[in-house]
């Protein structure tokens, strides 16, 4: 099982990125995927989290309304749109596979396998 995050970079403060998690060994139609952060200095945070089998969608309040989380199945593939960034958004973004349940989505122990995570760097 693998899974590869892509699309970091350096943006400034408004702008938009689009991650991706790609995903091998596995499909991801039959797991739940979550986005993560990790900014210096703190603790790995969940972001967003896409259900396997409704597709149901769920973000943290720091990012909701600007992220959106989607999937393509086809392609075994998650994306993160991340709009109007701040530099308080300046993290790595990992992306994990897991079957959490309902009241941990965001808690990164409920998650089995890991990608190498991309660095996101908002400029103010």
């Known amino acids: 099982v693998q899974l590869q995050a892509s699309g970091g970079g350096l943006v400034q403060a408004g702008g938009s990125l689009r991650l991706s998690c790609a995903g091998s060994g596995f499909r991801s139609v039959d797991y739940g995927v979550g986005w993560f952060r990790q900014a210096p200095g703190k603790e790995r945070e969940g972001v967003s989290y896409?259900?396997?089998?409704?597709?149901?969608?769920y973000y943290a309040d720091s990012v909701k309304g600007r992220f959106t989380i989607s999937r393509d199945n086809a392609k075994n593939t998650v994306y993160l749109q991340m709009n109007s960034l701040k530099p308080e958004d300046t993290a790595v973004y990992y992306c994990?596979?897991?079957?959490?349940?309902?009241?941990?989505?965001?808690?990164?122990?409920?998650?089995?396998?890991w990608g190498q995570g991309t660095l996101v760097t908002v400029s103010s």
């Open positions: 994990a596979v897991g079957r959490p349940v309902s009241s941990a989505r965001f808690t990164s122990g409920m998650y089995y396998y």
């Open positions: 896409i259900r396997s089998s409704s597709g149901s969608t």
